[in-house]
């Protein structure tokens, strides 16, 4: 590929202004130019994606569909930059104009598009695939106005409108040509012809218009650009009738409702509407996926029958499982296959991604609103059922079984079963969290399949969150091991020669400290507050949920709060524990402990006796491009969540990468980053994952803990007196009686932990040997990686030449 020079950069950049927005560079705005830059950019990834596809139909080379509810991408402007090698030439054809390309960063929203490791983990994915070489397609919805941006009121989180597409928008190019129809409501008539055959019919149904955006994602060296393929839902009828005679609102009322669809991300579904608007989202998501997935293969082939040798096609999490019964729809219906041959081919063509194991994230919809939002897919789902139900009875002659693995069961459709029956591999996303699987979880589907389940430990784009993230340790790793990690991140290896070198350790010392002074002046200049950077920074950033015990961490820093007001002339060494964390709009207790955090901040940062050495800082809003600020800065990542109840995590894999220690849990991925990095370089704690599953089945009571430890409850006891203002009743007597995720259990050992980090901490030349090591030993845990073992192991395909 001819490398471009920022002369002609800079050509192709001014005629994009005259072209399409019609002023001179004199005249431009930093947005224009923003837009124009990525609108040249634009061009060059289309080249290099129609050279790719050209590429990849020759060769006749094997694809993958992965479809998800959610991908968190952040910022594409500067990721697509330094994966295509032109960041420099974009700053020297910039430069000619006088503009600073760190200025149209900072123009360039996040991608509404995901909320938390699930979507940021598919992100990663799409950067692994294109950088791999691997021909690939992501599915979503263009979410017009993202999750929520969130805004702290109070301390109470309220969500707004995210309005992203206002300036993410230019990187989506409309597909309007490969536009289809998905139909939902209506009835299935059925009836046997004169020779014998079974015919339906689905009417009075309502359709909405499913119109793709394309966004880009170009991989390392920009060899290879793949898609994100965004569906947005349109709908075309207008009630005209209504319109005439004044009824303006009932004129434009199914438009209103089929656009919802692609509106908003998690709808709140504490109610009927909004359970029945996020089943809508998913059969939109996947009927659309599923029908262009097949066009474009029938365009190449003309045949279905080579399906799963060319196309793979992947659930991520549960959400997309009814691309199961419509892709049976389309062979079945619009195809004529009999069942056993349309069941053969949707067998061997997809596969499963399970993300969790708690109950009320394996989704289970009534039978009576599937059946009536999408009545042949629900047909298809009970005759997927009964065949099942049979296999198994015919197979063991156990009743109870064939029960407890059925789809639908007591007027529910459970997702994750009909994946388990369904598809060819289901995989967990940590070797302890397939364990869980395989022991407990899907223990009755492994006695009837165990080949089916295997383990592909999640990973990271670490090109994003090392190379652009940190450039000061990027350049430094640079100069001192070589650049090969940037293509491989197993490279990092090599660091571990140096882990003796006093100068290199005092270098990344140096590193951190300018990582956290540049992190605490953004904080001041966006919040006001002072940040002290020779204080130990202890982040938590991850999604708020009860399973990742923020909780457990705020009574912690009560105590030490306690502490030092009992003990003012006690020797404490700084910290500044950081927090950022949405909580689902519908969960309370997530808002709550919000409020929370930000009360016992407020509460800190006006007491003169602490305010020096004990700091909370609440993020607002945490998102993307937040985060690629923050965890560069980190001393210890918290990784807290009861053993057992974090599949993988993906926040403990980026802060690792760069230098902080894990103080965690042995649950999740937090297993392999012990094994990898040794007992010496991370802080564990806490109840294993067999004691944990023991004291889930023999009962647990918190109240033991409560009364036997009487730091644990003073710093309880703060909570149920309230401070602030504001009453937390609610959050102590969830945790004094129930307490669901133990961590009044774990509160002693995890307290011993801290200790042991600060003090740790305090003796320089052992936690810079520590910080080494985990940089070193974090390569395994690049995306880069984990997309090799799908490739290998799951969808056998290979990287197009």
Known sequence: MTKLSSTKLATLIEKKLSHNFGVTPEQASDELFYKASVLTLLDIMKERRSEFKKATAEQQAKTVYYLSMEFLMGRSFKNNLYNLDMTSTMEKALKKFDVRLENLYELEPDAGLGNGGLGRLAACFLDALSSGGYSAMGYCINYEL?????KLVDGWQTEMPDFWLPGGGVWLEAR?????????????????????????????????????????????????????????????????????????VRAIEQRAMA?????????????????????????????????????????????????????????????????IPELMRFLLDECGYTWDDAWSLVTRTVAYTNHTIMQEALECWPESLIKERVPRIYQIIKEIDRRYRQEVIAKTG???????????????????????????????????????????????????TPDKFTNVTNGIAHRRWLCCANPKLTKFLTETIGDDFIRDARNLEKLMEYKDDKAVLDELA?????????????????????????????????????????????LNIISEYQFIKNNPNAPFTPKTYIFGAKAAPGYLFAKQVIQMIWELSQLLENDPDVKDKLKIVFLEDYRVTMAELMIPSADISEQISLASTEASGTG??????????TLGTEDGANV???SEVGDDNIIIFGMQTPE???????????????????????????????????????????????DTYMALADFADYQAAQKKATALYNDRDVWNKMSLTNIAKSGVFASDRSIEDYARDIWHIKPVE
């Open 146 to 150: 993202g999750i929520f941006r969130q």
């Open 176 to 248: 309007p040509g490969s536009a289809v129809d998905v139909n939902f409501d209506g009835y299935v008539n059925e009836w046997w012809d004169e020779n014998g055959e079974h015919r339906l019919e689905h009417k009075d149904y309502k359709t909405v218009r499913a119109v793709p955006y394309d966004l880009m994602v170009a991989g390392k060296d920009g060899k290879t650009v793949n898609a994100l393929r965004l569906w947005s839902a349109e709908c075309r009828e207008f009630n005209m009738s209504a319109f005439n005679q004044g009824d303006y």
């Open 259 to 323: 656009e919802n669809f692609s509106k908003v991300l998690y709808p709140a579904d504490n109610h009927y509407e909004g359970k029945s608007l996020r089943l809508r989202q998913q059969y939109f998501l996947v009927s659309a996926s599923i029908q262009d997935i097949l066009h474009r293969h029938l365009r190449n082939y003309n045949t279905l029958n080579n399906l799963p040798d060319k196309v793979a096609i992947h659930i991520n999490d549960t959400h997309p499982t009814l691309s």
């Open 398 to 448: 156990d009743f109870d079984l064939a029960e407890r693995v059925s789809v639908v069961s007591n007027g529910v459709v459970r997702m994750a079963n009909l994946c388990c029956a369904t598809c060819h591999t289901v995989n967990g996303v940590s070797k302890l969290h397939s364990k869980i699987l395989v022991d407990e979880l899907f223990k009755d589907y492994v006695r009837l």
């Open 510 to 554: 140096k590193i951190k400290r300018a990582n956290k002074e540049r992190f605490a002046k953004h904080i001041k200049n966006t919040t006001g507050v002072v940040l002290n950077p020779d204080s130990i920074f202890d982040m938590q950033v991850k999604r708020l949920h009860e399973y990742k015990r923020q909780h457990l961490n705020v």
């Open 652 to 661: 403990n894999m980026k802060l690792m990468m760069n230098g902080a220690i």
């Open 672 to 674: 392999e980053i012990h």
């Open 692 to 738: 944990v599953l023991r004291l889930q089945k023999q009962g647990y009571s918190p109240c033991e803990h409560y009364n036997n430890n009487p730091v644990l409850r003073d710093a309880l006891d703060f909570i149920g007196k309230g401070f602030g203002g504001m009453s937390f009743d609610s959050i102590y007597h969830t945790l004094k009686y129930n």
